[in-house]
């Protein structure tokens, strides 16, 4: 049973400091998301890839995120420097084509102080 | 941009009755709506999904029912169990914005006694 897969699962780190999640697409998707999950705004998207492109980044504040694949097996998103409002689970998604269904992976629990 | 409105927040029902979470979304050209499922602390995982060419979709206990004229979409589970207590999402989806962008819901809080 394919599964996307998310390191680290817990992250706890200091205001200033760099963070960075990293994604495995189940093999052969070729669509990748990252979403981050509060309690106040839900579900947001932050990035969308295609085929390893980012094709969309515009929930992401770019400022301090960033996100990148650097080969079709890894997705990062990286934030530097952490807020203490960065706090949140971010689940990355991955999918087969456009409009196909989106799996996503198990979370990174993220804790700024 | 697409709006996904989502109700009831909450909704507590017996083992046994039925639930029925209702959606609403803005753009016409939405054309694929998922629900998904979020036990605490876990991933949200897909449990149904139907297309605009569709009115109905069932799977077993739940069904999802989509009105395109209205734009409103529907899940409905049957014969609840504890273990269908969990978050539940809905979301809509059109190729629009170039790409399949997923709108979510603000999430329904299913709680189902024994």
């Known amino acids: 049973d394919a599964r996307v897969t998310q390191t680290p699962r817990d992250k706890v780190t200091e205001m200033g400091q760099e963070v960075t999640m990293r994604c495995q697409p189940i093999l052969g998707h070729n669509t990748v998301f990252w979403y981050r999950q509060t309690m106040m705004q839900g579900l947001e998207l932050l990035a969308y890839?295609?085929?390893?492109?980012?094709?969309?980044d515009s929930g992401m504040p770019k400022d301090r995120f960033s996100a990148e694949m650097p080969d079709a097996t890894l997705a990062t998103l990286k934030i530097q420097p952490s807020e203490p409002r960065d706090s949140a689970v971010y689940f990355c998604a991955s999918g087969l084509g456009d409009g196909e269904t989106q799996y996503f992976g198990p979370g990174t629990r993220l804790l700024v102080l | 941009g697409e709006n996904v409105e989502q109700h009831p927040s909450t909704l507590s029902v017996q083992e046994g009755d039925s639930a029925v979470i209702k959606c609403t979304y803005s753009d016409s050209a939405s054309n694929y709506f998922p629900w998904y499922k979020q036990e605490l602390g876990k991933r949200p995982q897909l449990i149904i999904d139907?297309?605009?060419?569709?009115g109905e979709k069932k799977d077993q206990r739940i069904a999802v029912t989509l009105n395109k004229t209205a734009k409103h979409f529907s899940l409905h589970i049957t014969e609840t169990q504890p273990e269908d207590s969990a978050v539940y999402f809905c979301a809509a989806s059109n190729p629009r914005t170039g790409f399949q962008k997923l709108v979510f819901g603000t999430g329904t809080r299913l709680l189902v006694s024994p």
């Open positions: 139907i297309r605009s060419n569709v």
């Open positions: 890839f295609r085929n390893r492109a980012p094709l969309d």
